[in-house]
């Protein structure tokens, strides 16, 4: 039977955003819109197997881009399992966020299958005589449709938690009434074949945002159009 990768539509809204700039590493500002790797985790959040590849196409921005500027008070210091503790009031810092507040986006993503022969571990491999593609399309549909999640979705950091709704992508919108350049954002990590857990270094991925009527067209993985 011939399959062809479904695309699905979430609208996606929360009351604080903030997709953080990875050059700036000691205050946190974010980017004006959401990324493309902070899109695909709202998905993953809500169905993701090993046989398939959340795609995210495109982004309508429909609420317009407000800052919020907030102070916090984080340590910064990790506790090891063989510390005696951690003294919170020797390793407080004081920080500066710049967020976005009350952020509604439309984000369109295909589910693409992935072959047998490209998964990248002998474990994800030995799963897949039982698959069927149209059952991952069927468990997206019914989980996003009750609003069933594995975890939480968030707006870029986990303490900005969103809501989330199924839309029929049946004709594509206009966002906002804005067109600019957005300059360089970051596209995802792209971690090397068969580093299951992170433990080897990444290769941020970037690609240049223009936004037309609060429309952002998001290209392929592969495209010549992410840098790398």
């Known amino acids: 039977m ?19 700039r990875p050059e700036l590493k000691v205050e946190r500002v974010s980017y004006d819109v959401i990324t493309p790797s902070a899109a695909r985790a709202i998905f993953e959040a809500i ?68 072959p047998v022969k490209d998964r990248p571990t ?18 997206f549909e019914r989980r996003a449709s009750k609003g069933q999640c594995f975890n939480q979705p968030y707006l870029g950091c986990r303490e900005f938690s969103c809501n989330f709704c199924l839309v029929e992508p049946t004709a594509y919108n206009d966002g906002i009434d804005e067109t600019r350049d957005l300059g360089l954002m970051l596209y995802d990590m792209d971690f090397q074949e068969g580093d299951t857990y992170g433990e080897k270094p990444a290769t941020a991925l970037f690609y240049r ?9 998001v290209p392929p993985k592969e495209s010549e159009e992410v840098l790398r």
């Open 122 to 139: 002998e474990e994800q491999r030995k799963y897949a005589k039982d698959e069927n593609p149209g059952k991952y399309n069927a468990m």
């Open 209 to 217: 945002v223009q936004m037309n009527h609060g429309v952002i067209i």
């Open 47 to 114: 169905f993701w197997k090993p046989a398939i590849h959340w795609q995210v196409t495109r982004i309508e921005v429909l609420n317009p881009i407000r800052w919020f500027n907030i102070k916090r008070n984080e340590v910064g210091k990790t506790m090891s399992p063989s510390s005696d503790g951690l003294i919170i009031e020797e390793n407080r810092q004081q920080r500066s966020s710049m967020i976005l507040r009350n952020v509604r986006y439309r984000i369109f993503a295909r589910q693409e299958f992935i």
């Open 2 to 20: 011939e399959y062809h990768d479904k695309e699905y539509c979430l609208e996606v809204w929360g009351d604080f955003a903030c997709f953080t």
